[in-house]
């Protein structure tokens, strides 16, 4: 069929009228997705140490020196406290002496008992006599140990019971620290929530100094039986690392895993936000751009964002808000040079 003149013209201004919509090979989109989301539940919570101890005396004797004091912090093993031992020393050299002594009899005697000129009992009673010895003179060097009085973990030093001066007698409280490796997250815990607590065994802490992290609980131990007045669980929250930039005393949030919930996210780098309102681009079933409003919750894992309202499942949006604006720009001036 031949076209005359004035049709084939017009068939060339509705070719270049015509304006593609959509390039899937130039513009990336992406359907909106249905997924199980952990449903969580925020309690707040408060950091506390797992180690904290009083260390006490083990034997008496004048305080002679104190070489830290609150607020310290002290490696394990350090000394922290000495105590007058002039008595205990001296107890620790008789005893040692004696030892040196049993020591060399004991060789004397085995001596004479290999030329079989003693009985073996001559040689059991040097033996038993050294062992007797060796006893004692451990047990004057672990009485001398303790005056020196070391700290048990590293920690902080929160509170000194003594002074240089005193007399500390047998487990009297001398020094209260806490350690900084161990923390964990202290919950009160509502019974509503305690089965479900109790099934999944899984919770997240928020760290860091503006509580910008959450970070997974190494394990959680909840008490077997509630408050009687508030009827709440304890719910001890324990963390796996140390270097979290929290400390015992501060305030933060636990989340507890309590079930799954189905619920739709798309790319966060899809949102365009206009002031107060937030949106994304969405192609429409005749390739068309359309702004759509939306109302998001929180960001997930691998860079999506849950939608709470706005969108439905499988719609196509586009995930360059950029391209998506210029398209939709040219779609509004193809429209006004069709008009």
Not at 100 to 123: D, F, P, S, T
Not at 215 to 226: D, G, K, M, R, W
């Amino acid at each position: 069929m031949r076209l005359n003149i004035t049709q084939a013209l017009g068939v060339c201004i509705a070719l270049l009228c015509y304006v593609p919509i959509i390039h899937s090979q130039d513009l990336s989109t992406a359907p909106v997705q249905r997924l199980q989301l952990p449903e969580l539940r925020v309690i707040d919570a408060t950091i506390e140490a797992v180690q904290q101890a009083t260390v006490s005396a083990q034997t008496s004797g004048r305080i002679m020196e104190i070489t830290v004091d609150v607020d310290d912090y002290v490696p394990k093993g350090t000394v922290i406290i000495r105590l007058r031992d002039k008595e205990q020393r001296a107890a620790f050299n008789a005893a040692k002496a004696r030892f040196e002594e049993a020591e060399a009899e004991y060789q004397r005697v085995k001596e004479i008992y290999g030329r079989k000129l003693v009985a073996k009992a001559a040689l059991d009673k040097a033996e038993a006599q050294l062992k007797a010895t060796r006893a004692a003179m451990e047990q004057a060097q672990e009485a001398l140990e303790h005056t020196l009085v070391r700290a048990p973990y590293s920690g902080i030093v929160v509170k000194r019971h003594v002074e240089v001066g005193e007399t500390a007698r047998v487990g009297q409280a001398l020094m209260t620290g806490l350690s900084l490796e161990k923390l964990r997250a202290s919950v009160d815990l509502p019974q509503s929530l305690i089965h479900a607590v109790r099934k999944h065994q899984k919770a997240w802490v928020w760290v860091g100094k503006d509580k910008s992290r959450k970070v997974e609980a190494a394990s959680l131990t909840i008490s077997p039986f509630a408050d009687p007045a508030s009827h709440t669980f304890l719910v001890r929250v324990n963390l796996s690392a140390s270097d979290l930039d929290v400390y015992p005393g501060m305030h933060t949030k636990v989340a507890f895993l309590i079930g799954e919930t189905s619920s739709l996210a798309i790319p966060a780098s899809a949102l365009v936000r206009r002031s107060e309102v937030t949106g994304v681009y969405v192609v429409d079933k005749n390739q068309q751009l359309q702004f759509r409003q939306v109302r998001v919750g929180p960001i997930l894992d691998d860079g999506l964002i849950e939608v709470l309202a706005g969108l439905s499942e499988n719609e196509i949006i586009m995930l360059d808000p950029i391209s998506a604006t210029n398209l939709r720009d040219t779609q509004k001036q193809t429209s006004i040079d069709k008009d």
